[in-house]
């Protein structure tokens, strides 16, 4: 949010850490009702306790305006850190909230390109 980014791409699973999803104690979870008791043998704390909110940065990122894709793949090491032209296609999805997408960088060797802001 501060950093005005306009979309986040992550190369794992979700967005959030797994076991603040619906795999341990929130949302419409658990998925995975084993996890919470081995989670607590481990640390001595219960899931909730660590991961007390059902994933935030989904929430956070999604209510500003802000999409993410997760499992990008592919060879994403080759475009972190650089600035990029970054696309991503999705398929028609009609009232649908995620789908499939092919992501796409483009990279400006010199480093200097800049879509104008239409302000």
Known sequence: MERKVKLVGVDVQALDHPLGTFLGPHGPGP???HLDEEYHALTGRH?????????????????NGIPGIENIGGEIDKV??????FMAFPWRFKDGEGCGVRVVAVIDP?????????A
Do not use: S, V
């Not at 899931?47 to 209510?63: G, L, N, R, S, V």
């Not at 972190?80 to 032209?85: H, I, L, M, Q, V």
């Open 47 to 63: 899931i909730a306790q660590d991961f007390p909110h059902w994933e935030p940065a989904h929430k956070i990122m999604m209510t």
């Open 110 to 118: 010199q480093q200097k390109f800049r879509f104008e802001t239409g």
């Open 80 to 85: 972190t850190g650089k600035r990029c032209t």
């Open 31 to 33: 998925a995975q009702p």
